[in-house]
């Protein structure tokens, strides 16, 4: 089996609702799971995963980015924060030659588990 083969069939059996948007792109859409918009890219020999958080705050810039660091380094347990453009998205990768279920699973709910827990601390720098 190939791995884009494999990973469809990961998520297939995590029961993610998931869509192929692209050759080796896909974005999962699981509200059930409570994750929503994470995009799963295959660029061997990585796996990709990326969702945007929310827009960089206006205000409080300097108070924010701290505590994205403060973030990646105590309770991000897979990848990182990230500023794309005008974005806050979390990024991970994975090697694609020796991925398992186990690893994959685990970054998935490494990055709910930041949305759930993280979001509300980030969006008060919004208001």
Known sequence: MNIKD????YMIDMD???????????????DIAHIDNIVVKLLEPIVLFRVKIM??????????????LELNASELVHGAYAIEEDSVVIVDTLQSENLDINEFRATIESIEM????????LSKYSE
């Not at 948007?21 to 974005?27: A, N, S």
């Not at 827009?55 to 994205?68: A, C, I």
């Open 114 to 121: 930041a949305l759930m827990d993280h979001y509300k601390q």
């Open 55 to 68: 827009t960089v705050p206006q205000n409080n810039r300097e108070e924010f980015y701290k505590k994205l």
């Open 6 to 9: 494999t990973i469809e069939n």
């Open 16 to 30: 993610l609702v998931f869509k192929e948007v692209d050759d080796g792109t896909w974005l999962i859409e699981d």
